[in-house]
């Protein structure tokens, strides 16, 4: 069995490799190219809900499981737990958000073509207000993650304190 680590890295760059693809995808994009494009958004978005609260469980039940390190500057030491909480709850707001979003259409969704995951009796202008709030939330988020990966750059090459180590899977040790 996976133990608590190596699961929270999973979910860590599992999260990470669904929020680069939503940035990539542009909710633009997706309403140009049409139904399968919204399909294939609502499945990833699905997907990502499905991450983000197991991760979301086992930070409640856990708490944190990094601690900062012993060279941080102590304006440091206090950020890090609160941006990770940030970074948890924003995360989930975002899921959230995007899940009222399509709840709200005017229209059925199918996550990736297959199953409906709204009743599609919504309204025009709520669903419109949802999307902006979407929108909003994942913009506020994707800068939260930018700091904290610049966070986390610096502490490994400034303070040296092998941050990096800790979050990528080993084989790639070899090159931090």
Not at 64 to 90: D, E, F, N, Q, T
Not at 138 to 145: E, G, K, V
Request: glycine share 10%; aromatic share 12%; hydrophobic share 55%.
């Amino acid at each position: 069995m996976m133990n608590r680590r190596s699961a929270l890295k999973w979910l860590h760059w599992l999260s990470a490799a669904l929020m680069l693809w939503f940035f990539l995808v542009e909710p633009e994009d997706v309403e140009k190219l049409g139904g399968a494009a919204l399909a294939t958004h609502a499945g990833m978005g699905v997907l990502l809900g499905l991450v983000v609260g197991i991760w979301l469980v086992l930070f409640l039940r856990k708490g944190l499981a990094s601690r900062p390190g012993p060279k941080l500057p102590a304006i440091a030491k206090k950020a890090h737990p609160v941006m990770h909480r940030v970074l948890y709850w924003g995360s989930a707001g975002v899921v959230l958000s995007g899940a009222l979003a399509g709840f709200a259409a005017p229209y059925v969704i199918k996550a990736f073509g297959l199953f409906p995951i709204n009743p599609g009796f919504g309204g025009k202008s709520i669903h419109g207000l949802m999307e902006e709030i979407h929108e909003i939330a994942f913009d506020a988020l994707m800068i939260l993650i930018v700091a904290h990966l610049l966070f986390h750059v610096w502490r490994h090459f400034w303070l040296k304190d092998n941050a990096l180590r800790i979050m990528v899977p080993k084989p790639l040790h070899k090159w931090l």
